[in-house]
Nanobody, 114 residues
Framework: QEQLMESGGGLVQPGGSLTLSCAAS????????MSWFRRAPGKQHELVAG????????YYADFTEGRFTISRDNGKNMVYLQMNNLKPEDTAVYYC???????WGPGTQVTISS
């Protein structure tokens, strides 16, 4: 059974940092491009960043503005999203997703507030 499980969210002040993690299981992770999405209250899902199966970063949303870094560890079946200089508008539930498959994790809440 394909599964994704995000972790690492929380409440941080503006300007703070978080690193999100996503653990994958039940499929061949090392051959799967992966992405991070987010969904803010009242908004639709939006793509944050994408990474190929070999670790090449193929997409960052404009709003990341160089603040976010996506990475992966195929030996551990993990994908990460490091987020720096966080802003209140980054508040959302963050999800990892296996590209081209409708496989999502439950998400992890990120709240940026003073």
């Amino acid at each position: 059974q394909e599964q994704l499980m995000e972790s690492g969210g929380g409440l941080v002040q503006p300007g703070g940092s978080l690193t999100l993690s996503c653990a994958a299981s039940g499929f061949d992770f090392s051959t799967s491009p992966m992405s991070w999405f987010r969904r803010a209250p009242g908004k639709q899902h939006e793509l944050v960043a994408g990474i190929t199966e070999t670790g090449h970063v193929n997409y960052y949303a404009d709003f990341t503005e160089g603040r976010f870094t996506i990475s992966r560890d195929n030996g551990k079946n993990m994908v990460y999203l490091q987020m720096n200089n966080l802003k209140p508008e980054d508040t959302a539930v963050y999800y990892c997703k296996r590209d081209s498959y409708n496989v999502w994790g439950p998400g992890t809440q990120v709240t940026i507030s003073s």
